[in-house]
T-cell receptor, first 113, second 113 residues
Framework: DQQVKQNSPSLSVQEGRISILNCDYT??????FLWYKKYPAEGPTFLIS?????DKNEDGRFTVFLNKSAKHLSLHIVPSQPGDSAVYFC????????????FGQGTRLTINP | GAGVSQTPSNKVTEKGKYVELRCDPI?????LYWYRQSLGQGPEFLIY????????DSGLPNDRFFAVRPEGSVSTLKIQRTERGDSAVYLC???????????FGDGTRLSIL
């Protein structure tokens, strides 16, 4: 039972363009969402988060959008840079103070020069 | 270093053996988490410590898995009678407080032959 799903295993984007990574969830109790970025042989690195009381959160080139009715969130990266090439994981929890993160399978983003 | 440190980085052992995986969290972080990541999947929650006590061990797959954090800092994940299906990357994370983003180490790659 995959409660957090990232249906695109991979995505290729031209440098300078927008990258859009998508994530769907099924558990209606989830109300806090995070995106992590992972390089090979390294642990995931926290990027950005959003609480269910918001529908958008922005941090520099990274913006996360949340559509609660559709149980869908997305991460926008603009402009995309070669260093953004990595695996991106969406994660969710029941409450910001909840400790158990449920992760999606990840999307491998490749930025082409 | 300033980040979460996990040792060893790689561990190869035979089926049936006992293994211990160590995690040094970021100094001052009260919350510590263990996750397991299988190939092509996102991290899967195992256990969460707040201080010395295991506040949530609902993700431990069976009683062969056990974790301790006796002084509220370093944690050890212990696996008895290892099986080939235990092969995975074991990730440790810590956070300053439970409602703060989790910071991950680079993991221990465990291979059971």
């Amino acid at each position: 039972d995959q409660q957090v799903k990232q249906n695109s295993p991979s995505l290729s984007v031209q440098e300078g363009r927008i990258s859009i990574l998508n994530c769907d969830y099924t558990n209606s109790m989830f109300d806090y969402f995070l995106w992590y970025k992972k390089y090979p042989a390294e642990g995931p690195t926290f990027l950005i988060s959003i609480s269910s009381i918001k529908d958008k959160n922005e941090d520099g080139r990274f913006t996360v959008f949340l559509n609660k009715s559709a149980k869908h969130l997305s991460l926008h990266i603009v402009p995309s840079q070669p260093g953004d090439s990595a695996v991106y994981f969406c994660a969710a929890s029941e409450g910001q103070g909840a400790q158990k993160l449920v992760f999606g399978q990840g999307t491998r983003l490749t930025i082409n020069p | 270093g300033a980040g979460v440190s996990q040792t060893p980085s790689n561990k190869v052992t035979e089926k049936g053996k006992y293994v211990e995986l160590r995690c040094d969290p970021i100094s001052g972080h009260t919350a510590l988490y263990w996750y397991r990541q299988s190939l092509g999947q996102g991290p899967e929650f195992l256990i969460y410590f707040q201080g010395t006590g295991a506040a949530d061990d609902s993700g431990l797959p069976n009683d062969r898995f056990f974790a301790v954090r006796p002084e509220g800092s370093v944690s050890t994940l212990k696996i008895q009678r290892t099986e080939r299906g235990d092969s995975a990357v074991y990730l440790c994370a810590s956070s300053l407080l439970p409602d703060q983003p989790q910071h991950f180490g680079d993991g221990t790659r465990l291979s059971i032959l």
